[in-house]
C-alpha cells in the first residue's frame, strides 16, 4: 500500500 | 534581537518597472508552506530595487500575511498588491529562515 509521506512540489508562478 | 530570533526584513519595492519580475514557489500545502522566491527577472521592478534575494521567504505583503494561503491565493495577492493604484510601491515582509 502506498502511502504519501511529503506534501507535493508547489507550482512556480512568475510575477 | 536574540540569537535564536528568526530575523525578518521590510522591503519596500517601488513599482519603477512595468513588471514586478519575481517568480515564486510554495503556499499551503506544498512542500513550501510559505512562498520563496525562486527567480528575480533583470529590469523587473524587485530587481531595480535590489532588496529582495532569491532564497527568501515571503511572511507579509503589504502587511496581509501569506500564511495559510495556497499557492494561486498567494500569488494572486503579490499580482493584486502590484497592480493596485493606491500605493507606487508593495511592501514585503521576508526572511532568510525557511
Avoid: M, W
Amino acid at each position: 500500500r502506498e502511502k504519501r509521506l511529503t506534501l507535493p512540489p508547489s507550482e512556480i508562478t512568475l510575477l | 534581537p536574540g540569537l535564536l530570533e528568526p530575523t525578518s526584513t521590510l522591503v519596500r519595492v517601488p513599482k519603477s518597472a512595468s513588471t514586478l519580475g519575481i517568480a515564486i514557489e510554495g503556499g499551503a500545502n506544498t512542500r513550501q508552506p510559505l512562498p520563496r522566491i525562486v527567480t528575480i527577472q533583470r529590469g523587473g521592478s524587485a530587481h531595480n530595487c535590489g532588496q529582495l534575494k532569491v532564497g527568501q521567504i515571503i511572511l507579509e505583503v503589504n502587511g496581509v500575511s501569506l500564511r495559510g494561503r495556497e499557492h494561486r491565493d498567494a500569488a494572486r495577492l503579490i499580482a493584486e498588491a502590484f497592480k493596485s493604484k493606491e500605493r507606487d510601491y508593495v511592501d514585503f515582509l521576508v526572511t532568510d529562515f525557511n
